[in-house]
């Protein structure tokens, strides 16, 4: 198994990172959140999980240890393949998942894409015994103030065009074209979806240029 990759990123992509390790470019997969904290040419060290396909090899990273505990504790629970388990920590930071599992919060389950109500309930009774509870206390405000949404989106979705290459002005005139999307998604009841957010507003700058 490799556990972490670490190395100069050599490009980043809406949810891919390259890092270069010993002269190889090593492609992880990571969510929107990750991929804003990198930056092109900077050192980076990602904690990895390797999933093992038939037919394919799949590399996925996160920002530490205990996000990629979740990641494999997640895919445990029957249904839960490891594009969902990302989605739900695209979503949702370890803790805040905790929480939601701890208190039977149904609804921050439902804000990640591909889980309905049924879904939901049933990923709550398999993961009951299996999370554990939020660490430590900061960590329980912090999982507290996420469990009824992510981060604010705008910040993550403006973060990660950035970390892609694009200018501050640039990132903000995408944020507004994509703000519709994310306001129904939040009226409907559920948080806004940044991984879909990233990919519209990467359109609408490859638009633009």
Same mark, same amino acid.
Request: hydrophobic content about 45%; aromatic content about 2%; some cysteine.
């Given at each position: ?36 904290? @990198?930056?092109?040419?900077?050192? %980076? ?28 504790? @997640? ?13 739900? !920590? ?8 905790? !929480? ?9 389950? =439902? ?13 709550? @009774?398999? !993961? ?19 469990? =009824? ?10 973060? %990660? ?35 879909? !957010? ?12």
């Amino acid at each position: 198994m490799i556990a972490f990759v670490s190395g100069p990123v050599a490009a980043l992509a809406p949810t891919t990172a390259v890092i270069e390790v010993g002269g190889i470019g090593m492609a992880v997969q990571c969510t929107p959140n990750t991929i804003a904290g @990198l930056r092109i040419g900077q050192e %980076a060290r990602l904690a990895t999980s390797l999933v093992v396909r038939e037919d394919s090899l799949t590399l996925y990273g996160f920002a530490d240890d205990d996000e990629r505990q979740v990641f494999e504790l @997640l895919q445990t629970a029957s249904g839960v393949g490891p594009r969902l388990a990302q989605a739900m !920590l695209g979503v949702h930071s370890p803790d805040a998942l905790r !929480l939601a599992v701890s208190t039977g919060d149904e609804k921050a389950l =439902t804000a990640v894409p591909g889980i309905g109500k049924k879904g939901a309930q049933k990923l709550l @009774l398999e !993961l009951k015994d299996k999370l554990g509870q939020p660490l430590g206390t900061g960590g329980l405000v912090g999982a507290q103030r996420a469990a =009824t949404g992510p981060a604010p989106w705008t910040e993550q979705l403006s973060a %990660a065009l950035i970390g892609l290459g694009y200018a501050s002005r640039e990132a903000e005139e995408a944020v507004a074209m994509v703000t519709p999307q994310a306001e129904a998604a939040i009226a409907a009841g559920g948080a806004a979806p940044v991984p879909q !957010l990233l990919r519209a507003a990467l359109q609408t700058l490859n638009r633009a240029r």
